[in-house]
């Protein structure tokens, strides 16, 4: 996997955290991910089809969740409720959009992210490697999933 289409999204989870959301945020070391279950309740996937196709998944817990679309809102939110879900698909979305200014395939198109709550499955592409970044996110964590093929 090239590492051309996975640092644009690592770049902007990081532009969005240091300008949008006020919250400690730390980029861990890369891993390969052996299983395809997400690491967490919540994720918001962003498909990527065209020359390039794939997905990237952001999954965080409910409490960081909370934290972070709290600080996007600017108010505390004690549930997951609607607020909570628009708000991590508002970053996710942000995120997506601050990836396809730096991304490099020009006939490739970001879907808008979905954001997926409970127990579920990620449809990872099949016999792709899943580039899995864990992230320090307030306090807790996050992780980025990353499942990118070039397409002849």
Not at 53 to 62: N, T
Not at 65 to 91: F, P, V, Y
Not at 114 to 124: A, M
Request: aromatic share 4%; with cysteine.
């Amino acid at each position: 996997m090239d590492v051309r289409y996975i640092n644009p999204f690592l770049v902007a989870v990081q532009n969005i955290f240091d300008t949008m959301i006020d919250v400690p945020f730390t980029l861990g070391k890369p891993t390969i991910k052996m299983d395809k279950a997400p690491s967490h309740s919540i994720s918001s996937i962003i498909g990527i089809s065209g020359d390039v196709s794939g997905c990237v998944v952001i999954s965080l817990s409910e409490e960081i969740s909370l934290q972070l679309a709290s600080a996007l809102l600017d108010e505390k939110l004690k549930e997951l409720n609607g607020d909570c879900t628009d708000a991590i698909g508002e970053i996710a979305n942000m995120i997506a959009g601050n990836a396809k200014t730096d991304f490099p395939a020009e006939k490739t198109s970001i879907s808008v992210p979905t954001v997926v709550i409970g127990k579920h499955k990620v449809n990872y592409p099949s016999g792709l490697p899943i580039i899995s970044i864990p992230c320090e996110v307030g306090s807790g964590r996050m992780v980025v999933d990353v499942a990118i093929k070039v397409n002849s």
